[in-house]
């Protein structure tokens, strides 16, 4: 689309990344969002191989000033905000019993209230321009368990604060969907496994073939399977599609 700008938290690594170098096929500019400024200049390279125009802001989006700076920044450079993916915000997968008090703030910071206040902060600008909005939730949102009730519940929290936000976006013009991944291969998903593995008697590669066979699915997820999905939600393709709250894992939700 040309003159159209995305933005993609989170896009330093993973899923972030990847949908921000999938999205530079579709989109003039992409601005990247994460707080590892190293690891976003390489997402920037890649967009650009990709054709297009990257924008690199390196801030920590649980900061409640962030997302004014963000909107402020891209506004300043492309005057103009077509879609906004909001993925930043990994929660860490710890006992119910177990997670303390200033780590589920930590999550509820980033993935929740991070997301809440840039939709907001970038609201006027995609209304103008008619835009889209998705945010990344987990399917543990429909069925959270012990091992890890905080990311269960954060990712509820953000599945059902898209269905608010698409609420209002009938109104002023905004479609907004949320996507529920599975178990996706990223990065911190693979330095989770060389952690448990030890502990339990496996090489790395063993913990990689035991996870899909506990969850009843076949394999991992790719996080470029994740980035088609986005690509597809923020494109004119989807564009009555808003409000709905999409799985993608690999069949392991059996429910209907």
């Known amino acids: 689309m040309p003159n159209s700008v995305a933005v993609v938290t989170g896009a330093s690594q993973g899923m972030g990344r990847s949908t921000a170098i999938r999205l530079a096929r579709d989109f003039s500019s992409v601005v990247l969002v994460a707080r590892d400024r190293t ?11 990709a054709g297009a125009e990257a ?5 920590d989006l649980s900061d ?3 997302a004014g700076t963000v909107v402020e920044r891209t506004l300043g450079a492309f005057d103009r905000i077509d879609a906004l ?17 200033e780590q589920w703030d930590a999550g509820l910071a980033l993935k929740l209230h991070g997301a809440r206040r840039l939709t907001i902060a970038a609201w006027p600008a995609l209304a103008e321009a ?13 069925f959270p368990k012990a091992p890890y009730a905080a990311v269960g519940t954060i990712n509820a929290a953000v599945a059902a604060l898209a269905k608010a936000f698409s609420d209002r976006g009938i109104t002023d ?5 949320s996507v529920l991944p599975g178990a996706v291969m990223t990065g911190r998903r693979r330095s989770y496994l060389e952690q448990w593995a030890p502990r339990h008697g496996m090489t790395v590669e063993e913990a990689i073939d035991k996870f ?15 980035a088609e999905l986005m690509a597809f939600l923020v494109s004119p393709a989807a564009r009555w599609m808003t409000g709905s709250t999409l799985r993608m894992d690999g069949g392991e939700v059996k429910s209907v």
């Open 85 to 101: 993916v909001n993925i930043a915000g990994a929660v860490p997968q710890i006992d119910l019993f177990e997670m303390t008090d």
């Open 64 to 66: 409640p000033a962030a």
């Open 173 to 177: 013009g905004v479609q907004v969907n």
């Open 55 to 59: 924008l690199v802001i390196d801030l």
């Open 212 to 226: 899909p066979q506990n969850a009843e699915i076949e394999r991992f997820g790719r996080p470029e399977e994740l």
């Open 130 to 142: 008619k835009g889209s909005v998705v945010l990344m939730s987990g399917n543990s949102a429909i």
């Open 39 to 49: 690891h976003l200049e390489d997402t920037a390279g890649k967009v650009r191989e």
